[in-house]
């Protein structure tokens, strides 16, 4: 079934922990998308990639790094955790065409102590 | 820039009540407006989008471009849509990424 999957769904860590979230999805899908949000907050645009090798820094600044090396897979990385990391982080993608409907995963929650 | 504005954080009506959402824009050009809902515990996911023209789950949006408005209406509201509604804009010149309002919370009260 195609989906986009996101690992773990929650993640507790200390501070300078390097840590890589996981993006997964059989969509089919071009473009990928990270979002930071924080709980019944606005979403926070902060990599994107339109394809494999890649990937582009969002409206948001952040510490975390970005590879897409196949398709259907988009892992973003923090090389040192710090309590301001802690937040949800959405992983979504769409297709190239005109559509740019953006389809969703269920997010992993991250908290860094 | 593109921008999306949700005057409402917060937006609470009685059960079977009319409900309208707001949502305005600022861009020059011809956009492409989106609404997407997030229920407790659920992913964010598309609710409507104003090129389809169509009522879903008894919700419709019409964009007024004289107004650059796309509010979000229910002539009737149902306990089920209890969720955080998210206005979303997509333009050339933003290279058609999501431009997102904040976020209004709705609460269908009994």
């Known amino acids: 079934e195609a989906d986009i999957y996101q690992t773990p769904r929650y993640l507790v860590i200390g501070t300078g922990k390097k840590i890589t979230l996981e993006c997964s999805q059989t969509m089919g899908h071009d473009k990928m998308y990270w979002y930071q949000q924080d709980p019944g907050m606005e979403l926070h645009l902060i990599h994107y990639s339109y394809g494999v090798n890649s990937t582009e820094k969002g409206d948001l600044s952040s510490e975390s790094t970005v590879s897409r090396i196949r398709t259907e897979h988009f892992p973003l990385t923090l090389e040192s955790a710090r309590p301001s990391h802690t937040s949800q982080y959405l992983c979504a993608s769409s297709d190239q065409g005109g559509r740019n409907i953006q389809y969703f995963g269920a997010g992993t929650r991250l908290s860094v102590l | 820039a593109q921008r999306v504005t949700q005057p409402e954080k917060l937006l609470s009506v009685f059960k079977g009540a009319p409900v309208e959402l707001k949502c305005n824009y600022s861009?020059?050009?011809?956009?492409?407006l989106f609404w997407y809902v997030q229920y407790s515990r659920q992913r964010l996911q598309l609710l409507l989008r104003h090129i389809s023209r169509e009522s879903i789950k008894g919700f419709t949006a019409d964009l007024n471009k004289g107004e650059t408005s796309f509010h979000l209406k229910k002539p009737f509201a149902q306990e089920e849509d209890s969720a955080m509604y998210y206005c979303a804009l997509s333009a050339v010149d933003s290279n058609y990424q999501l431009i997102w309002g904040a976020g209004t919370k709705l609460i269908i009260k009994p």
């Open positions: 861009y020059s050009g011809s956009p492409e």
